[in-house]
């Protein structure tokens, strides 16, 4: 099972960038996927989740300039940033939630690096 996300790069303040996670070995379409990020120096915190029912959520930070959405068909989720900030700088990771477990994230993606200019 391998999750990869990529699209990450520089951006400038205010302006957008769109991540995308690739997952395969296994269909997520049922799970609920997540986008977590880590800062330098901070811990990894919770940025967006879908679940199978699309369903979405979003921490308060980023609700109404981040989207997430899922193209089941090509097991892919994607994170929309648009408006971006300079506190959005930071890694991205993607994660599947565990089936055995629901609220913890069992697969994990390698990270994308989003950096930001002012």
């Known amino acids: 099972v391998q999750l990869q996300a990529c699209g990450g790069g520089l951006v400038q303040a205010g302006g957008s960038l769109r991540l995308s996670c690739a997952a395969s070995?296994?269909?997520?379409?049922?799970?609920?996927m997540g986008w977590f990020r880590q800062a330098p120096g901070k811990a990894r915190v919770f940025v967006a989740a879908?679940?199978?029912?699309?369903?979405?959520d979003y921490t308060d930070s980023v609700k109404g300039r981040f989207t997430i959405s899922r193209d089941t068909a090509e097991n892919t989720v994607y994170l929309q940033m648009d408006r971006v900030r300079p506190e959005d700088a930071a890694v991205y990771y993607c994660?599947?939630?565990?089936?055995?477990?629901?609220?913890?994230?069992?697969?994990w993606g390698q990270g994308t690096l989003v950096t930001v200019s002012s």
């Open positions: 994660a599947a939630e565990s089936w055995i477990k629901p609220g913890t994230y069992d697969y």
């Open positions: 070995g296994r269909n997520f379409s049922r799970s609920k």
């Open positions: 879908i679940g199978g029912d699309l369903t979405t």
